[in-house]
């Protein structure tokens, strides 16, 4: 690797494959991992565990703005922590999945968690915490676009609805039997309506490179992705 820290932003839809690509990548290169939905599910567990109405936007704001989050962004082990306890299981639960988008879609919300990732990311690039400065494979939804726009890999990973209602339907459920596939349904395809409304992420900006990943599995998808990081910036493994 050549000296200079590396940002590499990953935006795609549910199922898409985004996190486990992402941190493939991060070890691959030896980079930190933020997964940025995790703070937006920290966010809603907190709103949650307070008792706080999601449809109140003024309350969640302000919960948002003193959400006392801790993300781990070692792509081994990564952690989230709210108020100390370690809410990696808890954020991944039903109740969550289905509240996410209240706060996804708050603007204040975004506006606050989205500085705190570009915080997390500067942090990165310059001192000398997870990885030692060496950089941070960031995904979300609008990293690519909004958090960091200036980053030198923007990747927008899609695959077809029916691979990645298939995909979480047998990470949920174990299974990609048609009842399973109709019990995602609303998961997938309804949430990521949800959030289209506030950011785009189902057609690449400029300058981001589209990896389709309906036709490949975990490794093939790391590799179409190392092979964009290398194209742009030189950067192997
Ligand atoms: O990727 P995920 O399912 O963990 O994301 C959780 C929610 O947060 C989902 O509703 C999309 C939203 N999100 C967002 O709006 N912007 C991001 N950068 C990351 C996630």
Not at 112 to 135: M, W, Y
Not at 160 to 181: F, I, K, M, N, P
Not at 196 to 221: C, M, N, Y
Request: charged share 25%.
């Amino acid at each position: 690797m050549n000296g200079e820290p590396l940002v590499i932003a990953i935006d795609g839809p549910s199922g898409s494959g985004k996190s486990s690509v992402a941190r493939g990548v991060a070890r691959a290169l030896g980079l930190a991992y933020l997964d940025t939905g995790a703070m937006y599910r920290a966010a809603t567990w907190w709103c949650r565990e307070r008792g706080v109405p999601l449809d109140d936007e003024v309350a969640v704001a302000r919960e948002v703005a003193a959400l006392p989050l801790v993300m781990g962004l070692d792509p081994a082990a990564p952690t989230v922590t709210v108020a100390g306890i370690d809410v990696g299981e808890a954020i991944r639960s039903t109740e969550v999945s289905q509240a996410v988008s209240a706060v996804a879609t708050n603007l204040d919300a975004r506006a606050e968690l989205g500085a705190r990732q570009r915080e997390l990311i500067d942090t990165e690039r310059t001192a000398t915490s997870f990885s030692g400065g060496r950089g941070v494979v960031a995904e979300g939804r609008d990293i690519t676009t909004v958090v960091a726009p200036d980053a030198p890999v923007r990747v927008l990973l899609t695959a077809s609805a029916q691979a990645r209602l298939a995909r979480r339907a047998l990470e949920v459920h174990g299974t990609d039997s048609a009842a399973a596939l109709q019990a995602t349904r609303d998961q997938v395809l309804r949430r990521d309506a949800d959030d289209s409304t506030v950011v785009e992420f189902h057609q690449a900006a400029p300058g981001v490179v589209t990896v389709d990943s309906t036709d490949l599995d975990l490794d093939g998808t790391v590799a179409a992705v190392l092979e964009v990081v290398a194209d742009l910036t030189g950067v192997r493994p």
